[in-house]
């Protein structure tokens, strides 16, 4: 209703409520409920384009996590808003700095992936592609992963490529060497996606109808009936 007013004084008062109670048991029951009414605050500025109203209540969702004890809460949804709500943003990029000082390895991927993500949203497409593209380009580390591990790390890379329309030759790379370490319905999807994007629509189902079969959720199934169909018209 956008009652902005009331809305405050009423988290302020439960913010109260919260704040006095010394079991931890009824700080679990409460505590979820609470953190989720000041998410709804950061999705509120945030669609309304109030930055900067966003990330006070950023700070305040971490603060309360923090004093729950929900650590590991605070890092997921920090980024999350980030990467969802475009709010916190070089906040979440120099946390994601200092978890990178400490050494690069397979694992660093996902953080990789999210850094490309932020800077994208902070407009700095560019970047993004050349992050990635190094991290790619300078791990050897990758190449002495298992099978399964190097796969899905190559293809958490190559899915930033098409996830933030940056698609280039890298990316090609990166999805084919994927597959070629452990084929499996998400690299399949990826490969064919960057097919169809350089005009390849028949190489795009072929490689779509693989991820088809190794399909593991209905949603999976739907998306890649659809992409096939879309292709099938493409192709003369």
């Not at 008062?13 to 009414?37: C, D, H, R, V």
């Not at 605070?74 to 978890?99: I, N, S």
């Not at 992936?113 to 497409?125: E, F, Q, S, V």
Request: with cysteine; proline share 2%; charged share 35%.
């Amino acid at each position: 209703l956008k009652k902005e007013k009331e809305a405050v004084e009423w988290l302020e008062k439960i913010k109260a409520q919260i704040t006095s109670l010394t079991s931890k048991k009824e700080i679990n029951i409460f505590g979820y409920s609470y953190l989720n009414m000041i998410e709804n605050f950061i999705q509120f500025y945030a669609k309304n384009a109030e930055i900067a109203k966003a990330d006070k209540y950023v700070e305040m969702y971490l603060a309360e996590a923090g004093r729950f004890e929900q650590n590991r809460i605070k890092e997921l949804k920090m980024l999350f808003f980030a990467k969802t709500y475009g709010v916190y943003l070089k906040q979440t990029l120099d946390f994601l700095d200092k978890k990178l000082e400490k050494g690069l390895s397979p694992g660093s991927t996902p953080l990789i992936c999210d850094k490309a993500r932020i800077l994208y949203k902070l407009g700095d497409k560019e970047k993004a592609r050349i992050l990635v593209t190094d991290f790619y380009k300078n791990s050897d580390f990758l190449t002495k992963a298992e099978p399964k591990m190097q796969a899905k790390a190559l293809n958490n890379l190559a899915w930033v490529f098409v996830e933030l329309e940056m698609i280039d030759e890298v990316a090609l790379d990166i999805a084919e060497k994927s597959v070629k370490s452990d084929e499996n319905s998400n690299n399949l999807d990826t490969l064919a996606r960057i097919y169809a994007y350089f005009g390849n629509p028949g190489k795009a189902i072929e490689l779509e109808e693989k991820a088809l079969k190794k399909a593991e959720t209905n949603y999976q199934e739907t998306e890649f009936k659809k992409l096939i169909n879309e292709w099938k018209t493409m192709v003369k």
